[in-house]
């Protein structure tokens, strides 16, 4: 069996109780070593064969799960962050579905949630933005049509660029391109959850310059909108006068 584990994105300690437990129990891990903190691993039992994906190709990757499955093992393939974004996990998935070898997926903490709390931030706030997107500019790895960064911004929506911090000169002509207005609030979150954890507030017109200022460039998520710093409506759900299914509201 492997068994796919979301690590969270960083702090060792926001594993899920499900992935820590996962993690223990295995024969063989494979964890995605650019990004998963390694101080996960003190918790793996003795003698377990651990293997490192960034130095890997994918046949390798499965080829290790293979003979582990073969040998009667348990593996754990650590993901950083939670699996189902820009994780790869769906090609290891499906061959192994090919290959009559049973797995099943653990959730985990993304780095956007890390870096929202990092920053206190809520991305949907009433009368700023009720939506979240979740998107990265097109880079060695390409974005389909209709899905620019520059055609996302025309929503003005609380957006989260993941794999882009290396190129904010690209990303900030695009955002104002698409819309959002040179000082809507946007940051810059490093290593979020990680001890060396950084956090640069700009704007999308001082994005890239910020970036540069701060060193950041790689290993960073960029959060853009209003929900970062603009006004905001109280929310409905705890207003004193709004009645909802467990209270109602008084006068
Ligand atoms: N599945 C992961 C994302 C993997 S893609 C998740 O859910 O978080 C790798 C990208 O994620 C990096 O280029 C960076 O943009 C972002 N990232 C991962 N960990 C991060 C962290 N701790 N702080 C900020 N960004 C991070």
């Not at 377990?48 to 960034?54: G, K, L, Q």
């Not at 931030?121 to 520059?150: D, K, M, N, W, Y």
């Not at 690209?170 to 959002?180: C, I, M, R, T």
Request: one cysteine or more; hydrophobic letters at 45%.
């Amino acid at each position: 069996m492997v068994h796919f584990v979301g690590a969270g994105p960083g702090a060792p300690d926001l594993i899920t109780l499900r992935g820590a437990a996962l993690l223990k129990a295995a024969d063989v891990v494979i964890y995605a070593g650019s990004l998963v903190n390694p101080a996960l691993l003190d918790n793996c039992k003795e003698g377990c064969e651990i293997f490192n994906s960034a130095e890997m190709t994918l046949g390798e990757v499965l080829a290790v799960m293979e003979r582990a499955e073969a040998e009667g093992k348990t593996t754990v393939r650590l993901h950083t962050g939670d699996p189902s974004l820009y994780g790869a996990i769906r090609e290891q998935l499906d061959a192994l579905r090919e290959k009559g070898v049973g797995f099943d997926v653990t959730p985990g903490v993304s780095s956007l949630f890390g870096a929202a709390a990092a920053l206190d931030a809520e991305f949907t706030l009433p009368g700023v933005s009720q939506s979240l997107i979740v998107t990265r500019l097109a880079g060695r790895t390409g974005v389909p049509v209709g899905e620019a960064l520059r055609d996302l911004s025309r929503h003005g929506a609380s957006m989260a660029l993941f794999l882009s911090s290396g190129m904010l000169d690209k990303v900030q002509s695009e955002l104002l391109a698409g819309g959002y207005a040179e000082d809507t609030p946007a940051a810059l979150v490093y290593k979020a959850t990680w001890p060396d954890e950084k956090t640069v507030r700009c704007t999308v017109g001082t994005l890239a310059a910020s970036g540069a200022a701060a060193g950041v460039r790689k290993t960073a998520l960029v959060l853009v909108g209003g929900f970062l710093d603009a006004p905001y409506e109280k929310s409905k759900l705890y207003d004193p006068s709004f009645t909802t299914e467990f209270r109602k509201g008084r006068a």
